[in-house]
């Protein structure tokens, strides 16, 4: 059985930092990618950083560049995002996912961006972040 589990939101001031963790089980981590996305309320759950654990590329929406970095501890099967430089915009349930076997690999669709959610197999239960202003 596939497991993700989200830990280490919180409420943090605006400017402040918070480091997400993703605990994987039940597939060879080795091989897939894990995606962090977020939603806010009454917005969509969009895409936020993606490592492939194959290679340790990663990527980013744009908004996340130069504050975020997805990281990864193959031996914990753990993924990792840190956040620095938080906005309010920023507070949302951030949620790790994966792919199934099919695209376990990819971290980009055909367009060039992070894949979307329905493109996900796998989810965790959600982490909530909250940054004040």
């Known amino acids: 059985e596939v497991r993700l589990e989200e830990s280490g939101g919180g409420l943090v001031q605006a400017g402040g930092s918070l480091r997400l963790s993703c605990v994987a089980s039940?597939?060879?981590?080795?091989?897939?990618?894990i995606n962090w996305f977020r939603q806010a309320p009454g917005k969509d759950r969009e895409g936020v950083a993606c490592i492939s654990n194959s290679d340790g590329e990663t990527y980013y929406r744009e908004s996340a560049k130069g504050r975020f970095t997805v990281s990864k501890d193959n031996a914990k099967n753990t993924v990792y995002l840190q956040m620095n430089g938080l906005k309010p915009e920023d507070t949302a349930v951030y949620y790790c996912?994966?792919?199934?076997?099919?695209?376990?690999?990819?971290?980009?669709?055909?367009?060039?961006?992070?894949?979307?959610?329905?493109?996900?197999?796998?989810w965790g239960k959600g982490a909530l972040v909250t940054v004040s202003s």
């Open positions: 039940g597939f060879t981590f080795d091989d897939y990618t």
């Open positions: 996912a994966a792919p199934g076997p099919i695209t376990r690999r990819q971290c980009l669709s055909r367009t060039g961006s992070l894949r979307p959610y329905y493109g996900m197999d796998y």
